[in-house]
C-alpha cells in the first residue's frame, strides 16, 4: 500500500454475529467499504440489494436512485464516482447484458465502482427465480474492446460482505470497474455471520492529485499505470470522452499515443496480479485429486471434498475468488500436483476452458457440468470423484 492509498477507519452496524442471506450481505459490505451512492433497477434474484440499499444509504447521508433502466443505472453511478462518492449497482443477467456499453465506457475513462450480477439462468429471460453460473465470460468479455477487467465470485454469506469490501478497495485503487458474480443459490442462503468491528475494515481510496491545476494530467502514464483521479468540482481540469485519448482527456488518433493508453491501463492490472489474484485452499497440499470451483457450487465441492477424505480419498478443494484475471499461477499449481481436476460448473463450461487453456498436460482436467436450474450437489461431485478414482 502506498503512502497516498488512505486507510479509513469506519462505523459498522455491528461487531456480533447476525443471521442474513448473501444479498443482505452485499449492502452490509458496500455500506462498510464506503458506498455512499446506489442505482438500480429491480431485478430477481438481485432485488433484495437495492431494497437494503434503498433502507441503508438516506439514514447515512448517502443516495439511493431507482433508475428507469439498467444501462441508465450503471450511467448514474458513473457520474457519482466522477463526483467522488463511491458508487454501485446490482442486477442479473439480463440486466448486465443492458450495461455493457457503460461498462466500457467506465473501463475507457477508469471509473472505480462496483458492480454486482446475482446470476440467474439465462440467455434472454431465461429462469429468474433459478441459479446459473452463465454470465462468467460476459463478465470478462461482455464490453467490447481491448481492456483488463476485475471479476470477482462469491460463495458463501461471509463472502458477500468481505468480497464486496475487496470490489471496493479494487475499483479505487486500480480507477477501473470491479464486477461481483454471485447467484441465486448464495444470494438467498441465509448464515450466521460476524460482521467486522468499526477497526476490522480496510478501506482504500483512490489517489488524489497533489500537483498544481495546471500540471494535472487526469490520464498520466505513472509507473504503477494508475494515474491520480481529480473530482468534478475540485479545480482540476478533466476531459472525459470515450475516445481513446492522451495523457490530458482529449481524443487522439497518434499511434504512441493509443499505443501508450492500451498497455498503461493493462500495466495497472498485470503488474499487481498477486494483490488481485485470490484463490482459497481446502486440503491440497497432499491432495491427488482436485476439484476447481467458485460460487455455490465451491460449497457444494467443499463438503464432497470433506467427505471424500473422510472415505480414504486425497482429494482438495481450489476455491477461486478471483475469476479475472484468471488466477493462473494458482491453478497452474494444483494442475502440477495432481493426476485429476474436476471442474464443476452451473454452464456448460467456461472456467474449465480457462483452466484446459493452462493444463499443459499436467493433468487430466473432468468436466461437470449442470444447467437444468438445480446446484451441483456434493453427491453428484463425490460421484465424479468415484469415477477418477
Known amino acids: 500500500m502506498t503512502e497516498k492509498e488512505k486507510v479509513i477507519p469506519i462505523k459498522t452496524n455491528a461487531a456480533k454475529e447476525v443471521l442474513i ?12 467499504a464506503g458506498c455512499r451512492f446506489f442505482a438500480g433497477y429491480p431485478i430477481t434474484p438481485a432485488t433484495e440489494i437495492a431494497e437494503g440499499m434503498s433502507i441503508r444509504l438516506p439514514k447515512i447521508g448517502g443516495t439511493f436512485i431507482q433508475m ?11 457520474g457519482a464516482s466522477l463526483a467522488g462518492v463511491k458508487a454501485m449497482t446490482a442486477t442479473s443477467g439480463p440486466g ?6 457503460i461498462l466500457g465506457y467506465a473501463c475507457m475513462i477508469e471509473v472505480p465502482c462496483v458492480v454486482v450480477d446475482v446470476m440467474r439462468g439465462g440467455p434472454s429471460t431465461g429462469l429468474p427465480t433459478s441459479p446459473s453460473q452463465g454470465d462468467v465470460m460476459l463478465a470478462r468479455w461482455g464490453s467490447h474492446g481491448t481492456h483488463p477487467i476485475i471479476v470477482l465470485a462469491v460463495s458463501t454469506v461471509e463472502d458477500c460482505f468481505d468480497v464486496t469490501v475487496t470490489a471496493f478497495n479494487f475499483s479505487e485503487k486500480f480507477r477501473t470497474p470491479v464486477i461481483v458474480l454471485s447467484d441465486e443459490i448464495v444470494a438467498h442462503t441465509r448464515e450466521k455471520v460476524a460482521l467486522p468491528s468499526a477497526d476490522g475494515v480496510t478501506i482504500v481510496n483512490r489517489i488524489r492529485p497533489t500537483v498544481p491545476a495546471e500540471w494535472f494530467q487526469p490520464y498520466e502514464n505513472t509507473p504503477g499505470g494508475v494515474p491520480p483521479m481529480a473530482i468534478y468540482g475540485d479545480g482540476y481540469r478533466y476531459h472525459t470522452t470515450g475516445l481513446i485519448h492522451d495523457s490530458r482527456g482529449f481524443p487522439t488518433d497518434k499511434k504512441e499515443e493509443i499505443k501508450t493508453f492500451y498497455e498503461r491501463i493493462h500495466k495497472k492490472i ?26 455455490s457450487v465451491a460449497r457444494s465441492s467443499l463438503l464432497a471434498a470433506k467427505t471424500a477424505r473422510q472415505n ?10 478471483t475469476l479475472f484475471p484468471f488466477p493462473r499461477k494458482a491453478v497452474e499449481t494444483v494442475l502440477r500436483q495432481s493426476r485429476a481436476v474436476i471442474v464443476p460448473e452451473m454452464n456448460l463450461g467456461q472456467i474449465s476452458r480457462e483452466v484446459k487453456r493452462v493444463n499443459a498436460k499436467h493433468s487430466a482436467v473432468i468436466t461437470l457440468n449442470r444447467v437444468d436450474s438445480d446446484l451441483i450437489t456434493p453427491k453428484e461431485i463425490l460421484a465424479k470423484i468415484q469415477e477418477v478414482v
Open 21 to 32: 442471506h448473501g444479498n443482505e450481505a452485499v449492502v452490509e459490505g458496500a455500506i462498510a
Open 68 to 78: 428507469e433502466d439498467e444501462m441508465a443505472s450503471l450511467g448514474s453511478v458513473v
Open 96 to 101: 448486465f447484458s443492458l450495461m455493457q456499453e
Open 270 to 295: 498485470s503488474q499487481r496480479f498477486h494483490e488481485i489474484q485470490i484463490v482459497k485452499n481446502f486440503f491440497t497440499e497432499d491432495a491427488d485429486i482436485i476439484i476447481i470451483a467458485y460460487g
Open 312 to 321: 480414504g480419498l486425497k482429494v482438495g478443494l481450489l476455491q477461486l475468488v
